[in-house]
């Protein structure tokens, strides 16, 4: 019951849907997901279980592959195709210009947040702002887009995958790529396929959970502890860095102890694990 969980979301469910689902079925509130993809979207989602979610920062940094399918012609104010059409024309592109432009998203940008998020500005989510109408300046991320490739393209839509920072939108990185083409367009379908180490093709459905252990989630250097660093290292003090590495997780009898990180010249605890419960 502590570790980490790979479900491929199905359309239609909110991120929350499938934490709750996983809560009853695991009989456990300690569940949580570390990264949120809209009702539209599919694919991976990696869950983190009971101790696990000591984990969500770090398995939340690491950077994620999509496919998006892009209806061109239509400007939404989500977008996405489930949005209000703000703009409706029939368009002409040329496949070499839109590879042109999304060969010059391989880059670090600052992407503007969509108003239909939940990004919180002066304590307020973005999306309450747009549903009562009220205008907001919208903050910018820096992310990073890269291995940007066109799949799939006709005269209506086009296809394409690409590697991403976290906190990167999708559907704003669409709506970034329609306004440099002055064409109207939003995104249709999203799938994401991979989450850091993990891919798609790993993960399960609500029906058939599979718990990866907290001591195989992360590709970290581990370290065995000898029962008088263990006594340290389970309260949590700092010890020497004499490992060489930037973060360490710790373990005893094949048991996850604690993430230390490095700090200078020691190691600091970032997590420590109830070994009672892993």
């Known amino acids: 019951m502590n570790g980490i969980i790979l479900i491929n979301k199905e359309k239609g469910m909110t991120s929350r849907d499938v934490v709750n689902m996983i809560c009853k079925k695991l009989n456990t509130n300690k569940v949580g997901h570390t990264g949120t993809l809209d009702p539209l979207a599919t694919g991976l989602m990696v869950i983190c279980v009971g101790e696990g979610l000591k984990l969500v920062e770090l398995l939340t940094n690491h950077d994620k592959d ?124 999203l799938e994401r396929t991979r989450v850091g180490d993990y891919n798609l093709k790993e993960a399960t459905n609500i029906d058939n959970l599979t718990i990866i252990p907290i001591i195989d989630a992360l590709n970290i250097k581990k370290i065995e502890l000898d029962s008088n660093l263990y006594k340290k290292v389970s309260n949590g003090s700092k010890i020497n860095n004499i490992y060489n590495e930037d973060i360490i997780m710790f373990i005893k009898d094949n048991n996850p102890i604690a993430i230390y990180k490095r700090d200078n010249n020691i190691m600091r605890a970032y997590r420590v694990f109830n070994v009672n419960k892993t």
Request: cysteine-free.
């Open 66 to 189: 999509y496919i998006a399918k892009v209806k061109l012609g239509i400007k939404t104010d989500t977008y996405d195709i489930t949005g209000k059409i703000l703009e409706e024309k029939k368009v002409n592109l040329d496949k070499e210009d839109l590879i042109k432009v999304l060969n010059s998203f391989n880059k670090e940008y600052y992407q503007k947040v969509p108003i239909y998020s939940s990004v919180k500005v002066n304590g307020k989510k973005l999306y309450e702002y747009a549903r009562e109408g009220k205008s907001v300046t919208l903050p910018k991320h820096l992310v990073k887009i890269s291995n940007i490739k066109l799949l799939d393209f006709t005269s209506n839509s086009f296809t394409f995958n690409v590697t991403v920072s976290s906190g990167t939108y999708i559907r704003s990185l669409i709506n970034d790529i329609g306004n440099t083409l002055n064409i109207p367009m939003t995104m249709e379908e």
